[in-house]
């Protein structure tokens, strides 16, 4: 089961671009790298997903190293409205104990 | 579409009472799922139902029974609620389980329920 470590909480002003990294140095061969983003008093919506190198879709991107023991995600010009918890999860979902939501980062931004 | 629905939105019970959560969704998806978070922490998963007729454990099970009633239909039921058991529970579907070519398949969460055991 590879586990995740991000940064407990981020604070980023309006406008600016903001990184999030993930470590999770026991990635397994088979295994995804996907990010969810939660609002206060709503579930988790899915964000990006995935294997290596780069993905990039209309919300954010995410790089991947070719060792693949950590990822960020890339959130262009932030605004008001991306402040959320972010969780990295890595695995494949073989089993139910595969799907690991860690305590994410709480990200503020800030007027 | 309404996506993923929960009832109750929110629910208090005193210990050793029971209650079952209902979760509803109408994206025709095969696998469903339980999640619990507890303030200030990730989710975590109680249990899970990989298509109509299967349910597996998660992370956290004990205390929790489940039920695939149909498709759209997955319900967690709490026989003899406990103080440790307040929390906010999530259900989530997903069209199925597993790995596609592009990774897991996006799970959908509805609005949550928020439990309070006294």
């Known amino acids: 089961l590879a586990k995740t470590t991000q940064p407990i909480s981020m604070d980023s002003y309006e406008g600016q671009e903001v990184n999030i990294t993930c470590s999770h140095n026991?990635?397994?061969?088979?295994?995804?790298i996907t990010w969810y983003q939660q609002f206060p008093s709503q579930g988790p919506r899915f964000i990006i997903q995935?294997?290596?190198t780069k993905v990039t879709n209309e919300v954010a991107s995410l790089f991947i190293p070719a060792d693949r023991k950590s990822s960020t995600l890339s959130l262009p010009r932030v605004s008001l409205s991306d402040t959320a918890v972010y969780y990295c999860?890595?695995?494949?979902?073989?089993?139910?104990?595969?799907?690991?939501f860690g305590t994410g980062t709480r990200l503020t931004v800030i007027p | 579409n309404a996506g993923v629905t929960q009832t109750p939105k929110f629910q208090v019970l005193k210990t050793g009472q029971s209650m079952t959560l209902q979760c509803a969704q109408d994206?025709?998806?095969?696998?469903m799922y339980w999640y619990r978070q507890d303030p200030g922490m990730g989710l975590r998963l109680i249990y899970y139902?990989?298509?109509?007729?299967?349910?597996d454990k998660g992370e956290v099970p004990n205390g929790y029974n489940v039920s695939r009633l149909n498709k759209r239909e997955f319900s967690l039921r709490l026989e003899s609620a406990a103080p440790s058991q307040t929390s906010v529970y999530f259900c989530?579907?997903?069209?199925?389980?597993?790995?596609?070519?592009?990774?897991?398949?996006?799970?959908?969460f509805g609005p949550g329920t928020r439990l309070t055991v006294t």
């Open positions: 989530a579907s997903s069209e199925r389980t597993g790995v596609l070519a592009g990774g897991f398949f996006e799970q959908y």
């Open positions: 026991n990635i397994a061969t088979n295994d995804y």
């Open positions: 995935g294997y290596k």
């Open positions: 999860l890595v695995g494949t979902f073989r089993g139910a104990n595969n799907l690991f």
């Open positions: 994206m025709n998806h095969n696998s």
């Open positions: 139902s990989a298509s109509e007729g299967t349910t």
